[in-house]
């Protein structure tokens, strides 16, 4: 890593001016964990090109994850000005959803599958990586677009959704976890059983398919297989909150 941030560093001495090699410092840092050094870089690069719209998309992620909400919506705002394209739409969605103003995100949602359905970026670059990364954008905002019809309980509305997205990639964990999810809520527990184990055999590390099998098994009165699940989400991260209060709940149980 040290030597990966000296690489950075040399670069940016030979080109002072390069807000590109900037940025690539700061996502550098953000993928480490050095948030604050990612803030300050991202804001360097933004100085040299004032109309940076994915740095501002950065800085509106990197405000958000410290639920510093109103300086990410600010950001977001910022990159949509300087660039109308789907990734900051999806970003101030997720601000918005985390606020619980869940018609805002929607809207915001919603313009990121208008742009990237619509886009003639999906001619200009034929290439499989620059296609994949809009596919999975269309994928995560189908999610994010069932996610909230689930949480208003439009569970009907929610499944359409996510069959949407699974026609684009049946194998995907996260559409299978989602599915398992509105399942469990509707009461359907054999079927949310059979998503949610499609779901990890996809990914087995998937958290969120991890804690709502946990919570099935809980409801089928299998509290050790519910604890043995929430261990270890908790082995693949220790600081998840809900993984935290369902096994304390279970530890209270005597198990």
């Known amino acids: 890593l040290d030597k990966a941030e000296m690489s950075y560093k040399r670069a940016i001495e030979l080109s002072p001016n390069d807000e590109g090699l900037y940025y690539n410092l700061a996502h550098f840092y953000g993928r480490i964990g050095k948030k604050d050094e990612a803030i300050n870089v991202y804001k360097k690069a933004i100085e040299i090109k004032p109309g940076y719209s994915e740095a501002y ?3 509106c992620c990197l405000y ?6 109103d300086e990410a919506i600010s950001m977001c705002r910022k990159a949509i000005a300087y660039g109308d394209y789907g990734r900051p739409h999806y970003s101030l969605g997720l601000v918005y959803r985390k606020k619980g103003m869940l018609e805002e995100a929607m809207k915001e949602f919603k313009r990121v599958i208008e742009i990237n359905l619509t886009s003639p970026d999906l001619l200009i670059y034929p290439d499989y990586g620059y296609m994949q990364d809009k596919i999975n954008l269309i994928i995560d905002t189908n999610i994010e677009l069932g996610t909230i019809y689930g949480l208003k ?10 069959e949407k997205a699974l026609v684009i990639d049946p194998k995907n964990s996260k559409i ?3 599915i398992g999810w509105i399942f469990r809520l509707q009461g359907k527990i054999e079927d949310a059983y059979a998503k949610l184990n ?3 055999e996809f990914d087995p590390k998937n958290i969120t398919a991890l804690i709502n099998l946990s919570i099935i098994y809980g409801m089928k009165g299998q509290n050790k297989k519910a604890k043995e699940l929430l261990e270890k989400v908790l082995t693949i991260n220790p ?3 809900d993984a935290k209060y369902f096994l304390k709940r279970i530890k209270e149980m005597g198990y």
């Open 57 to 59: 998309n950065s800085l």
């Open 64 to 69: 958000s994850d410290r639920k510093m909400y």
């Open 153 to 162: 309980g439009e569970y009907g509305e929610a499944i359409k959704i996510y």
């Open 176 to 178: 299978n976890s989602a």
């Open 198 to 200: 499609k779901a990890l």
């Open 239 to 241: 600081d998840n909150e």
